[in-house]
């Protein structure tokens, strides 16, 4: 299975963005992760067979996880965002079910968000 992440971009401090992962094959758990400069690799979201979500308590609230499964897609839309989300995100999979946050097999390359004030 290959990932392919968009939607990365700037926006101010407050602003939202929409990013988007499609896969090249069926999975059953799809998550984000991110990775600021300088610090470890931290959980966003994931969705396991398309309905079951799962946020981090620094985004609860302001992210939203969804999945066209047709399009084996997944949109994470960013709300609110904050400087502190600046990071570099990535999109993750595994064709088993999503099982608290076991390793994933597959990986995309990521994409860039950086919020200003």
């Known amino acids: 299975v290959q990932l392919q992440e968009s939607g990365g971009g700037s926006v101010q401090s407050g602003g939202s963005l929409k990013l988007s992962c499609a896969a090249s094959?069926?999975?059953?758990?799809m998550a984000w992760f991110r990775q600021a400069p300088g610090k470890e690799r931290e959980r966003v979201a994931k969705?396991?067979?398309?309905?079951?979500?799962t946020y981090s308590d620094s985004v609860k609230g302001r992210f939203t996880i969804s999945q066209d499964n047709a399009k084996k897609t997944v949109y994470p839309q960013m709300n609110s965002l904050k400087l502190e989300d600046t990071a570099m995100y990535y999109c993750?999979?595994?064709?088993?079910?999503?099982?608290?946050?076991?390793?994933?097999?597959?990986w995309g390359q990521g994409t860039q968000v950086t919020v200003s004030s």
């Open positions: 993750a999979a595994n064709t088993r079910p999503c099982a608290d946050w076991r390793p994933f097999d597959y």
């Open positions: 094959g069926d999975t059953r758990c």
């Open positions: 969705i396991s067979s398309g309905v079951i979500t």
